[in-house]
């Protein structure tokens, strides 16, 4: 066998493994489980994954002087760079192990199957130093050039007679180098290429919901009646694709938009075990045949069904639905689409408790207070998550998880909370402005443990944490930190909040807390801090501000000891 027959053969044998790795990768199932990053069950599939193409890769080659001209290279470095060193080693080891142990003829088996055990572990360490840049195509085809070389001179050096080794060395070398070093790259560009258009997917499905929870609000808003319902539905049926959307409370259909309205009928009772299933359990349920939905009309059209529970104050008050047909199919990227609107749904219907807040201490307040929530701090947010959809989806998931729970505890009617949870407000604040601003916000949090029972005036802190990032760190080019401390010393909460922003003058320190509830924006949110810890806890327990141009500002306060009885009282 000459150089150039050999060259052509494995570029001919390198090309069914690219194939089979992207008609593999292109299915939803697998897909998702092996371009997902990290996870212990997507590393055990990648593992799997690159090291069944790497013994392939064995197989795939052609015997040359009792050895084998092989493809492993191609499969174990991607694994390396994709994977990091675990997928990369755990690749490595089985497509080398594979060559070492199994008997398959050749006097090189050993130095081959180490330079596929080494060039796997090498491009898994590398990924850790290249970070988003692992991908690269050229960073690919260097390291399994350099890693074939190394091959190379393993065989020389390890494998005998010498005379026999220099032959197939000589034979082999060029085919192997070229091959593998551009098998591995178009290996990276495929994984890239498939891992994108996950991103997109995922993107996609994310902007979806927020395209349809910026329409439904208005609706949401005066509670879960047929008039909402109908209306919310038909959002629904006209940005997704499905066959019917219907929307239900804990007894009734309340709407029902697509095919089948000839017999789901909006006003009947419900009829279908799997919907009372979810509105008792609370679970999600995927109905992937027609026997599943439980429908007994002869022609009924829907063939899959999709229940998701719909919640207020924790309580499951309604379900949405999305039926599937042999026209349009349900799969799982509108399961996950229809959990997300559940939950962005279930946070609207919250803000109708918003309009029958009860009287209690301090209720006014509050209702204010939330009020005068800037609404560019919501299309910021929304903006912010938007764009990490398309660069880092799981952490637009994280950030849209931090706003409802930030947009949840803002509607929260209690008088007093415990300082645990108030911290979990401050925290999902920070998140979302971090996430904005990127390193210009910076923040600390130091709070003693004796502290998290501590019961307090709900939404007294995060208006402060706002302040300081909205007014004083957020105006420096290079930005600043904000910190939280809070300790407890003579039987009170000590709470201060200090930014290193551009700070105030005296003179309009003092006027921010005298504002009182017809403040200008810029000053409500300190203002109303100030006057409820007034109102609850006396003159004594006002805010203390002290502030100087550019040199930021702190503000402090003390609350005394307050017990359960008192807190409802």
Same mark, same amino acid.
Request: charged letters at 20%; one cysteine or more; aromatic letters at 6%.
């Given at each position: =066998?000459t150089?150039? $027959?050999?060259?052509?053969s494995? $570029? ?13 990768l ?6 998702d ?22 013994? =392939? ?14 493809? #492993?290279? =191609? ?8 994977? @990091? ?10 497509a ?9 003829? @050749? ?12 060039e ?10 290249l970070?988003? #840049?692992?991908?690269d ?5 260097g390291?399994?050039f350099?890693g074939?070389c190394?091959?190379m ?27 593998n ?14 891992s994108?258009y ?28 047929? &008039? ?23 007894e ?6 697509? &095919? ?35 429908? %007994? ?28 047909? #042999?026209?349009?199919?349900l ?21 109708? %408790? ?10 006014? &307040? ?5 009020a ?23 952490r637009?998931? %994280? ?19 415990? =300082? ?33 029972d ?26 600043g ?15 201060? $909040?200090?930014? %290193?922003?551009?700070?105030m ?32 806890f ?7 501000l002290?502030?100087?141009p ?20």
């Amino acid at each position: =066998m000459t150089i150039g $027959v050999l060259l052509v053969s494995l $570029v001919e044998r390198f090309g069914l493994i690219i194939a089979a790795a992207f008609l593999l990768l292109h299915f939803n199932p697998l897909r998702d489980m092996g371009l997902k990053h990290p996870g212990r069950a997507s590393r055990v599939f990648q593992i799997l994954l690159f090291g069944a193409f790497g013994i =392939m890769g064995t197989y795939s080659g052609n015997m040359v002087f009792n050895s084998v001209a092989n493809l #492993r290279a =191609m499969s174990v470095v991607p694994a390396g760079l994709f994977g @990091g060193p675990l997928v990369g080693i755990a690749a490595g080891l089985m497509a080398g192990g594979h060559r070492i142990l199994i008997d398959i003829g @050749g006097f090189s088996a050993l130095p081959c199957g180490l330079a596929t055990i080494l060039e796997g572990t090498v491009a898994g360490f590398i990924s850790t130093r290249l970070g988003e #840049r692992r991908l690269d195509w050229r960073y690919a085809a260097g390291v399994a050039f350099v890693g074939e070389c190394t091959h190379m001179l393993l065989v020389l050096a390890i494998s005998r007679p010498f005379t026999d080794a220099v032959e197939l060395v000589q034979l082999i070398a060029l085919p192997m180098i070229v091959v593998n070093s551009i098998g591995a790259a178009l290996f990276v560009q495929t994984i890239k290429l498939l891992s994108r258009y996950r991103e997109k997917s995922q993107s996609s499905t994310a902007h979806d919901i927020l395209s349809i929870a910026n329409l439904t609000v208005g609706y949401l808003r005066t509670g879960l009646n047929p &008039e909402a319902a109908k209306a919310t539905a038909s959002i629904i049926y006209d940005h997704v694709g499905a066959a019917a959307v219907a929307i239900t409370d804990t007894e009734n259909v309340l709407a029902h938009v697509g &095919e089948g309205v000839d017999h789901h009928l909006p006003g009947r009772c419900i009829r279908t075990q799997s919907t009372r299933q979810v509105l008792e359990t609370g679970e999600p349920l995927f109905q992937r045949r027609a026997s599943d939905i439980g429908c %007994d009309h002869p022609g009924c059209p829907f063939r899959a069904g999709i229940i998701v529970p719909l919640t207020k104050g924790g309580r499951i008050v309604g379900t949405l639905k999305l039926y599937g047909s #042999r026209r349009v199919q349900l799969d799982e990227v509108r399961f996950e689409l229809a959990k997300g609107l559940a939950q962005l749904f279930s946070t609207q219907l919250e803000l109708e %408790d918003i309009q029958i807040q009860s009287q209690l201490r301090a209720n006014a &307040e509050i209702r204010h207070l939330q009020a005068q929530i800037n609404p560019h701090f919501l299309f910021n947010s929304l903006n912010t998550i938007a764009s990490f959809c398309r660069t880092s989806p799981e952490r637009a998931r %994280d950030l849209l998880k931090d706003l409802a729970s930030f947009m949840r505890k803002n509607l929260d009617t209690r008088g007093f909370v415990r =300082m645990s949870e108030e911290l979990e407000q401050v925290r999902s604040y920070l998140s979302i402005e971090q996430a904005r601003f990127g390193e210009r916000v910076r923040a600390e949090i130091d709070v003693a443990p004796e502290c998290a029972d501590w019961l307090m005036p709900s939404l007294l802190i995060q208006p402060l944490v706002e302040n300081s990032i909205r007014h004083g760190i957020s105006r420096k080019e290079e930005g600043g930190l904000v910190r939280l401390r809070a300790w407890v010393a003579d039987d009170e909460l000590n709470v201060v $909040v200090e930014d %290193d922003g551009v700070g105030m003058s005296a003179e309009k320190a003092a006027r921010v807390l005298e504002g009182g509830l017809g403040s200008r924006r810029d000053s409500i949110g300190l203002s109303n801090c100030n006057m409820r810890l007034e109102q609850v806890f006396g003159a004594r327990h006002r805010l203390s501000l002290t502030s100087a141009p550019d040199r930021g500002t702190s503000v402090s306060f003390r609350i005394p000891r307050v017990t359960d009885a008192e807190a409802v009282a």
